[in-house]
């Protein structure tokens, strides 16, 4: 019996042998307290690999998202983010219960923003309007397929920000697969964002954790919100261990992941079954099944046949690669997909 491939998420990784190694010797201390030097190695060591001034570990990345929002936005204020946004599909209306603002939203191409299409939905002062105050962007775009923003694209948006008085929030929690897909550098988006939320559980492999990056100031209330929304943590250097550990050995191996989406969304848009596939630019694979077919049951067909993926939608299926996907999984699954 050969393994399961599965390919419902990046976030099924489990830590491996050396990152385990890592967790077990950390040097930990109550977080609570600032006293846990692997979480506050983690905080300034990613602050510094993104130019930003302070970090910030939170259990996950709702809540880094979700505090980053609260610390740039007020009650009554509206945000802007395209409608496949992740901060508003996946946490749960959180922007509306935790800051108590409403959402414009915008329709990218692939879920990617543009100043044409922000420029028009920003408010200007009327006793009507809610005030917009924060733009989010997501890089990369999970439900657009993991399509990608380069930083000539954030350049314009971050400008349009800057002369409305804006803030501009990153989701990046796939940062590092659209970094190592555009050959941007991480040092060059701290001028650009007031914040950026960075995923360490996602393809870098941790079991737990993301990071909120921003300036001094903002860091300082982001920990106290993290406290009230319950995320402040005692010994979480075990797991800071875990990132710290991703971050060194972790990051450029993407560049496989990207590799293997590829070979499946190649053999796939080949397949009968298969009408089209949203363009490949990171780990993200989305397909969208023919009419005859359902995706729902195409998916339990290849469950049963060991390869795990999920549907986004009544006619699309999504494939994710990541660190446990190995090449003769690959292999095994591109066999599959031909034979079905
Ligand atoms: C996974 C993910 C998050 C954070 O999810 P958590 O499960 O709360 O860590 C945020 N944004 C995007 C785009 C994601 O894919």
Redesign the pocket.
């Known amino acids: 019996m050969q393994e399961k491939v599965d390919f419902r998420s990046d976030?099924v990784t489990r830590p491996t042998a050396g990152m385990l190694d890592a967790m077990m010797h950390a040097k930990i201390g109550d977080d609570v307290f600032g006293e846990d030097e692997t979480v506050n190695e983690l905080e300034s060591k990613l602050a510094a690999i993104f130019q930003m001034e302070a970090g910030l570990f939170c259990p996950?990345?709702?809540?880094?998202?979700q505090i980053a929002i609260k610390c740039f936005t007020q009650p009554m204020d509206e945000v802007i983010c395209d409608q496949t946004?992740?901060?508003y599909r996946?946490?749960g209306g959180g922007i509306a219960y935790n800051s108590l603002a409403s959402v414009r939203l915008l329709y990218g191409e692939r879920g990617i923003l543009t100043p044409q299409l922000i420029a028009p939905e920003i408010n200007e002062e009327n006793i009507h309007y809610p005030n917009t105050s924060l733009v989010v962007l997501?890089n990369?775009?999970?439900k657009g397929g993991g399509a990608c923003y380069t930083l000539d694209q954030i350049n314009p948006i971050a400008e349009l920000c800057s002369t409305e008085g804006l803030k501009l929030h990153l989701?990046g929690?796939?940062i590092f697969n659209a970094l190592i897909a555009t050959g941007d550098a991480a040092s060059d988006y701290g001028q650009y964002f007031d914040g950026i939320?960075v995923?360490l559980?996602?393809g870098l492999g941790a079991p737990v954790g993301?990071v909120f990056l921003s300036d001094q100031a903002t860091i300082k209330r982001a920990r106290k919100l993290r406290k009230v929304f319950g995320g402040g943590m005692r010994q979480a250097g075990f797991l800071a261990a875990a990132g710290i550990y991703a971050l060194d050995n972790h990051v450029d191996r993407l560049a496989i992941d990207h590799q293997h989406a590829k070979a499946l969304a190649d053999t796939l848009s080949a397949c009968n079954y298969i009408e089209s596939v949203m363009p490949v630019e990171t780990n993200i694979v989305i397909v969208k099944v023919t009419a005859s077919r359902n995706a729902t049951e195409l998916v339990r067909t290849l469950a049963d046949k060991g390869i795990l993926c999920n549907t986004t939608g009544p006619d699309t299926i999504r494939f994710v690669t990541h660190l446990d996907v190995s090449s003769t999984m690959i292999d095994q699954a591109i066999a599959v997909f031909r034979e079905l």
């Open positions: 976030t996950s990345g709702t809540m880094t998202n946004s992740h901060v996946y946490e997501e990369t775009v999970n989701d929690a796939r939320s995923c559980s996602k993301s």
